[in-house]
Every structure is written in structure tokens, then in C-alpha cells.
């Protein structure tokens, strides 16, 4: 998978963590190619999509959020005992992931050439998963590619960070 001329796609050399920053033109985000870890519990192939990406997608997601805001202690109400607080996470839930899931293949599309493993596979059975992040329980649901990847023959996780929010963050134009 030869880069073609017109691709302008960056790979950052590695920090101490041995984390590569990923930067492609025109993308509103950045990856974070990070060699996958063990010690996380994570049972890899992890695509993790910042909040900001799907919101940035869907202003439906920011209205109920918003809601969720205004839920008060009614946000801790048994499944089943508020038809309209289980409609709100039900909703909210199935849109994030719609949208992280949407951005998750976005990017792995645009990794061929960067990645190697099969990208195409990856991407096509992306799903989203409630152990995601944690194989012992669900404090860490996200997207986990179809697919496992590998930088340098090194088998590695994705962190895909809002563009916006990476330059806040390090006061970067
Ligand atoms: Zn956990």
C-alpha cells in the first residue's frame, strides 16, 4: 500500500510512550497510532473516537445531552421506571454510536498506506462495543475495528482526537 504523491499524511516520530501523531490533511481529526498494551485489560484492535467528534456530527446528540443535564437526580432512576429518561438514553446511546462508529471508519479508510493489517476489514466490521476498552467490564465502551492493526510490524491501538481540541490543547495554530 505505496503512498501515493498527492498524499500529504504525517507521521509524527514517537514520544516517550512510544505514542505517533497521525496528521492528514483536510481530516478534522488526528490519530494517535499507540502501541497496544496489555496491561490496559484491553482486548484490542481499540478504536477510541473523542466525544467531540460525534457531537460535531450531530446536533441532535448535543440537544440531549443538554437534556441529560437538566435530568437531575432523575438520570439515576431504574431502567423501567421512567418511560421518558430510558427514550433519552436509548436515543443518546444509539447515536453515539452511530457517529463514533462513522468516524472510527472514516479514519481507518484514511490510514491505508500509514497501517499496515487489513483496513479494509477493519473498517468494514468496526463495531461498537461495551468492552471496548476493558475486557472485565463496561467502563470503557468504544469502537473496536474489524481487524487487528499494526505500525511497524508493532500491533497498536488508535485514539482519534478532535482537531479542535488538539490545538487548544497545545496552543498549536
Ligand atoms: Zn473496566
Request: with cysteine.
Amino acid at each position: 500500500m505505496p503512498k501515493t504523491s498527492t498524499d500529504n499524511t504525517t507521521v509524527a516520530s514517537p514520544d516517550r510512550r512510544g505514542h505517533r501523531e497521525v496528521t492528514i490533511p483536510g481530516a478534522p481529526f488526528v490519530v494517535i497510532v499507540e502501541p497496544y498494551a496489555r496491561s490496559w485489560d484491553s482486548p484490542g484492535r481499540r478504536v477510541y473516537v473523542d466525544n467531540d467528534l460525534a457531537t460535531d456530527r450531530c446536533p441532535e446528540l448535543v440537544d440531549l445531552i443538554e437534556q441529560e443535564d437538566g435530568l437531575g437526580d432523575r438520570r439515576f432512576a431504574e431502567r423501567g421506571s421512567l418511560a421518558e429518561v430510558d427514550f433519552l438514553y436509548d436515543r443518546m446511546n444509539r447515536l453515539w454510536e452511530e457517529h463514533k462508529l462513522a468516524v472510527a471508519r472514516d479514519a481507518l479508510a484514511q490510514l491505508d498506506g500509514v497501517l499496515d493489517g487489513d483496513l479494509t476489514e477493519a473498517a468494514a466490521g468496526a463495531y461498537f462495543n461495551l468492552l471496548a476498552g476493558c475486557s472485565a467490564c463496561p467502563c470503557s465502551p468504544g469502537v473496536t475495528a474489524g481487524a487487528s492493526l499494526f505500525y511497524q510490524g508493532q500491533q497498536v491501538d488508535l485514539r482519534i482526537e478532535s482537531r479542535r481540541m488538539h490545538r487548544r490543547i497545545d496552543g498549536r495554530a
